[in-house]
Structure formats: C-alpha cells, structure tokens
C-alpha cells in the first residue's frame, strides 16, 4: 500500500524558511514524477513544484520560483521542499502527491497525481 507522509510545517515569520519533506513508502516511483500543491483555505489545490525521482528536471508555479527549491533523496524514498522568503500569501495546506502514472512532461494538474498525502500546515504570519 502506497503511503505518504509529508512533514516539516509550522508557523514561521514572514521571510522565514521552512523544509517539508515527503516520506514514501509501500512500493518505489523510479519514473514517476512528485508533485507538492497547497490549498489554502476558500481556495483551489494549486501546483507548486514538481520533480521525477529519476532526473534532475524540475518544475515550479511563478508565485514560488527562486525562492522554493524541490530536491529528493533516493535513498530515503524522500522528497523535499525548501521554502525561503516565505510570504504572508504562502500560507496554506501543503500536499505531495505522486502522478498516476509516469509522464514524459512534468505536470501541474492535482487530477494528474494518484497518490496524496495528508497534508501538512504552514502558516507565514506579517
């Protein structure tokens, strides 16, 4: 059974960093791209970043871009997010998710991922 499990959120000040990671388990996505979103509350799951477990492509929404970084560690079956610069805006429930099935193209929609998280807080106060 496919598992993850995000972790790392909090409450930070506005221009704080924060790391979340993504621990998977149950089976391994060599070829599968994953994916972090966040909605916040009143709003649509939206994309932030994306990466595949096996190449070095990324993709990041504009509204995070230069100050988020997507990396990963093989060996943990972990996925990261490092966020600086964080912003009022960027509070939100974030999410990793892992994509249906793998793609050539990284994608941005939630309804191309199969596999979620719980999700995990983070809250960026002024």
């Known amino acids: 059974q496919v598992q993850l499990v995000e972790s790392g959120g909090g409450l930070v000040q506005a221009g704080g960093s924060l790391r979340l990671s993504c621990a998977a388990s149950g089976r391994t996505f060599n070829n599968y791209a994953t994916g972090w979103f966040r909605q916040a509350p009143g709003k649509e799951r939206e994309f932030v970043s994306a990466m595949k477990w096996s190449s070095i492509s990324t993709y990041y929404a504009d509204s995070v871009k230069g100050r988020f970084t997507i990396s990963r560690d093989n060996a943990k079956n972990t996925v990261y997010l490092q966020m600086n610069n964080l912003k009022v805006e960027d509070t939100a429930v974030y999410y990793c998710?892992?994509?249906?099935?793998?793609?050539?193209?990284?994608?941005?929609?939630?309804?191309?991922?199969?596999?979620w998280g719980q999700g995990t807080q983070v809250t960026v106060s002024s």
């Open positions: 998710a892992v994509e249906a099935w793998p793609r050539d193209q990284l994608r941005s929609l939630p309804r191309d991922y199969r596999y």
